[in-house]
């Protein structure tokens, strides 16, 4: 079937969503029964329940029409084939391809890609295992136990996240440090707690040449050549992840490098080398391996067109209806775990620098709301905060609930008659109830309204195979609200001007007086 | 002068105010002049500069007479001296009485209360001296070197975001940890980083019967009792933060207990003993008593009542500018500072926490916008990530940056001549003028249109008087806006209902269906 590309205000099925304009009261129909069977797995033991959402039986049948007419799924099966679908840069989109083969083979220049990610995995499990055996060791000679990987935004957030989510779940190989900001108090506050000698760098910049990543990398190297440590060899202590063609790869400055190409954007590379490297390092190659299988499953999940059995498409056409439909400009992403604290800070990168665009993937201006505003903590510690205006403030909010029946730690006691973790799980039972039904005071000070949407991803027990399955449903669904918007999900031009104008500030070139007045008030030199 | 409370539609300033309701372009007006002239002083060293915001001249003034007829300043006035300013709780908010005095003596049953904070603080200071001197060590006859403090909400955000924004500015006297998320996660993850019989444990709650943070305090005794350490008694290892009244208080299960009261609110406490016990014991009570001078310095400044001079009373006014004039949702809090990263998330509860209400302080509800969304993260990595929405998404964020000339640590390092520290500026400097004046070019796709306003806070250093500055002024910004919209900034009624169904579902008494059926996919037993 040929590809349409259409603005979502050009389809048949838009004006038909929208007849129902406003939040219809969805609390008396939330019953046991409704929370029962409004709920469908996603992939990876996860489950999707949208009982607590903001859609009728009405509206999930206009977003199936609308799904089908955008083609969803369709362009979904393209990606996977390899066409150059981030129209912006030219570039095909294949971080589903570092997790498995859906579609036909992707081959360039002779290379099959599958093939080349699968080599950069084979690589890294087996430089994991000589570093963990000490066969390779630092320069001094002593074994590494330290990974501090050097990257910024996507270079960083998700292997971060990722991370975070799981050293409490498995025994670590190797403690694992991030160096993000540019603020040289990032780079001294890691480097006062790693030992130079049993340290390992990864430095993570697929061109090479990214400010942020080699300012800190140069940054680390002279405090370490400070330190006067008797034999120690830098080059011996870092690795590179960059792309083949970087000034990076392969150079003597480093002891290995590993590849990555054009066709993984950065906020989609936790399954490439960027978080291949730092997580077989810190949690060794069965547990990368076991990411790899999470998010693959879901990944295939998400080629289902039937909404009512694509947990990712359905999360995706409610988030549209939320948008477009009710308006609604921001989503909060609330997981009932503490070990998912950096989880919405990726989700924020993912959604806000896939789909905060406001031109189609023909560069025409659309005339509709695109991406939302995502922000999000962990609960329950949200509830004693920022719920309050969740529940009794001005705006509605829909919210996205993440929750597992079981601690990763299993370490638990029980007082007043029952666990920490069924004391997390009841507050996440009671939240949805709470925001969606509310309860009626005559005191208005204490009244809840209720008829705050929310939808509940939900697991046993957050392992690899959950969490990376976690990542591809939300990366998968962030793609298909870029196809229903008829977005290039998968350039960041909006991240280009900011860096022109520093630049030149720092090199003397800019004639733009405010600019020079802002940056000596803020003592740049 | 009597007060009067008024809803901000009951202002003859209000529909002056909103004769211009679109964002005027203030590219062109942004000049060097400018940036150097709409820059005025907020206390403890601060500045506050408005060059790039979304008001003009004209919207000033009308700023100002809105004001004056909401008497904000006769409003803190009488707040200051005690006043049962806090109509839902019918309580007095007494914050600002823990780090100076500026109103009439506020005494209850014959005690004067800024006497009683001042007796705390000095308590605080003597147990500190002596857990650093050795003279008060574990029941195993270890000198503490940990402290962990146990809260949650406003017992964890705050004090936690100040922890981490200083302790790479001084030299750590402690460390200190910190659990608050019922996830029995939260709790596993912190013990193990610890030795018991070197740990001094906070509990801080202030009515001592906060569920998650007793079921922490339990998880934890019971992990210590289970680890067999000879001589070990739990009760030397346990401090209490709560009220004179609260069980918790002079128990014999702990060694001892610093006292507030409930005229000092969760989100507020940072600068009573909620805070004052673990930043002593960490930093020192020096550094305490200066977090308390730079918040005074600010509360001072605090009290003027024209714009021009008053930066927190001019960040409020475009802050309602922004919110009821222009009718945008959020705010973004931006840091560039690595230091500053969990200060965003401190934000995001005090003003959504107080703001984020639907109904006045008499009860009756209000017919507009109220307090915004609050999200943010420090800048460089934001660059990297989620400003491609701020940039170029469908809805402006109007955005509150933070900055400092110097780093905390002073180590740098000069790449690409200039150190790491002016890039980051740099970097800030750039992004304040990119959102504001765009960059046109003929390819739609790396368009900027630009008009996004931004406001800049920035010192010298982020030292401990110029944190509790910025604290202040946020503190404050809320208060003077919660005045403007006629909220009762000071309760919390919105995070009450979800409590109670949570305790419903865990004693077995709810009846709601679908309570219980999400509690049955959630494993609570």
């Not at 990398?217 to 008797?230: F, M, N, P």
């Not at 034999?231 to 002891?255: E, M, N, Q, R």
């Not at 009932?336 to 604290?341: G, H, I, K, M, R």
């Not at 969606?436 to 195979?465: C, H, I, Q, W």
Request: include cysteine; aromatic fraction near 8%.
């Amino acid at each position: 079937m040929a590809l349409e590309w259409k603005n979502l205000d050009e389809t048949d099925a838009y004006p038909r969503l929208r007849q129902t304009d406003t939040l219809v009261s969805f609390a008396d129909d939330l019953s046991e029964n409704r929370v029962r069977s409004w709920d469908i797995p996603t992939g990876a033991g996860l489950n999707f329940n949208f009982a607590a959402s903001s859609v009728t039986e009405t509206d999930l049948k206009r977003l199936q029409v609308l799904a089908d007419e955008q083609q969803v799924i369709e362009k979904y099966t393209t990606l996977l084939s390899g066409e150059r679908i981030n129209t912006g840069e030219d570039r095909r989109v294949l971080h589903h391809l570092t997790r498995g083969q859906l579609g036909e083979d992707v081959v360039e220049n002779g290379t099959n890609l599958r093939e080349f990610y699968q080599e950069q995995n084979r690589r890294i499990s087996d430089f994991g295992a000589k570093i963990h055996a000490g066969t390779i060791t630092g320069s001094t000679g002593r074994k590494f136990d330290t990974v501090v990987q050097i990257g910024i935004g996507g270079s960083d957030l998700g292997p971060r996240a990722l991370y975070l989510a799981l050293k409490s779940a498995y025994t670590p190989k190797m403690k694992a440090l991030f160096i993000s900001n540019v603020d040289p108090d990032d780079a001294a506050e890691v480097i006062s707690q790693v030992n130079p000698e049993t340290t390992l760098f990864i430095i993570v910049s697929k061109s090479g040449t990214t400010q942020e990543t080699l300012a800190n990398r140069d940054l680390i190297l002279e405090k370490v050549k400070s330190s006067g440590i008797a034999g120690y060899d830098p080059s011996k202590h870092l690795v590179a992840v960059t792309s083949k063609t970087s000034p990076l790869a392969d150079s003597d400055s480093v002891l290995d490098s590993f590849y990555i190409d054009d066709y993984i954007g950065g906020r989609y590379s936790s399954t490439s080398a960027v978080g291949g490297v730092v997580l077989t390092l810190a949690l060794g190659a069965d547990v990368f391996t076991s990411l790899l299988s999470g998010a693959h499953q879901v990944d295939k999940a998400s080629l289902e067109p039937d909404i009512r059995k694509n947990a990712v498409l359905l999360d995706a056409m409610i988030g549209i209806f939320n948008r477009n439909v009710l308006g609604l400009p921001c989503t909060a992403v609330l997981p009932y775990s503490q070990a998912l604290s950096r989880f919405p800070a990726h989700l924020q990168q993912l959604d806000m620098e896939s789909n905060g665009k406001s031109v189609n993937r023909s560069g025409k201006e659309v005339a509709y709301q695109t991406g939302p505003i995502v922000f999000g903590e962990p609960g329950t510690n949200g509830q004693h905060s920022f719920y309050q205006l969740l529940h009794q403030g001005t705006d509605i909010v829909p919210l996205q609930f993440v929750g597992f029946r079981k601690s990763q730690a299993g370490e638990d006691v029980v007082t007043d008659g029952s666990t920490s973790q069924s004391k997390l799980n009841a507050n996440l039972a009671a939240q949805i109830i709470a925001f969606a039904k509310g309860s009626k005071n005559e005191n208005p000070n204490k009244n809840f309204m209720g008829m705050r949407p929310s939808t509940l991803l939900y697991g046993e027990r957050l392992d690899a195979a959950a969490l990376s399955g976690l990542l591809a449903h939300f990366e998968n669904k962030v793609m298909f609200q870029g196809f229903c918007w008829n977005l290039n999900s998968f350039d960041q031009e909006g991240v280009q001007l900011g860096k022109i104008l520093a630049k030149s500030v720092l090199d003397g070139s800019t004639d733009d007086g405010a600019l020079k007045a802002y940056s000596a008030i803020l003592g740049v030199d």
